[in-house]
């Protein structure tokens, strides 16, 4: 077991609007996947109107939504925008589930409405296409530093993400359409920040990732790389494998 007494305190932004295709599932894997290390996780939620203590958090979570509640979110993430640059420069973890992510970049523009702010922690923009993706996505990790494992998840968007500067894809699109349909990538990561199009949720079905995103939380936090217990994931896996074995 561990030397000391490990803890993560997770921040989950605006539950009650930004969490469709059971995004919520991502936090029960988290706090699950600390609780069977015996790891203790702290989950506060992050409604609007809340300020947020960014020196308490190791960790941020933010799901997806449909472009009306991704207004409500904007207006609510320019308050806190400053107060979570620092945290990302202080090596927070963030993840973001396309909605959410999308919020993450400079700006998205959706049909026929406003052009939204994001906070830039991402150099991306987004702007909505002429159809919406909708279906199963299997891709490769490409992030440097992490094993090349394959991630599965389902999207459901009709915004084309693009990346720029050091903001680099966080997976290369195996099957599905990623980030835009065009350039093969899916997702995004700059330092501990990740944007990512998969739903489903994406962790339960990617516990390598969701271990990556724990051991960057701990780091953070205790500023040392601890190397977590395995667990047995052979359920995990075979979900994972169904979907990448799938014919589409
Ligand atoms: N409304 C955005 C889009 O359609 C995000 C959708 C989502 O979060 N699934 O691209």
């Known amino acids: 077991m ?3 007494n490990l803890k993560i305190n997770i921040a989950h932004l605006y539950p009650k609007l930004l969490n469709i295709y059971g995004d919520m599932g991502n936090i029960v894997t988290l706090t699950k996947r600390c609780q069977w290390r015996n ?3 702290n989950v506060d939620t992050v409604n609007t109107g809340d300020t947020i203590d960014t020196e308490k958090y190791d960790l941020y979570f933010i799901g997806g939504g449909q472009d009306k ?11 806190r ?3 979570l640059k620092e945290a990302a420069e202080k090596n927070a973890v963030f993840l973001a589930i396309c ?3 999308q919020l993450l970049g400079h700006y998205y523009q959706p049909h026929n409405a406003e052009r939204l702010d994001g906070i830039g922690l991402l150099d991306a923009y987004t702007v909505a296409g002429n159809k919406r993706f909708i279906g199963n996505v299997t891709a490769k990790i490409i992030t440097p530093g992490t ?3 394959t991630l599965v998840g389902f999207e459901n968007h009709s915004g084309l993400t693009y990346l720029q500067g050091e903001t680099k894809p966080l997976a290369k699109i195996l099957t599905g359409n990623g980030n835009n349909g065009k350039d093969k990538t899916e997702g995004a990561r700059f330092k501990n920040i990740f944007g990512t199009y998969l739903h489903g949720s994406l962790l339960p079905k990617n516990p390598h990732f969701a271990d990556l ?3 960057l939380a701990l780091e953070k936090r205790y500023n040392d790389r601890i190397e977590l217990q395995k667990l047995d994931d052979d359920i995990e896996l075979a979900a994972h494998n169904s979907l990448v074995n799938k014919k589409y």
């Open 69 to 79: 509640q991704q207004i409500q979110v904007a207006q609510e993430l320019q308050k």
């Open 2 to 4: 561990y030397a000391k």
């Open 99 to 101: 909605g959410g992510y």
């Open 147 to 149: 094993a090349r494992e």
């Open 213 to 215: 995103l724990i051991t």
């Open 81 to 83: 925008k400053e107060s």
């Open 39 to 41: 790891i203790e996780v």
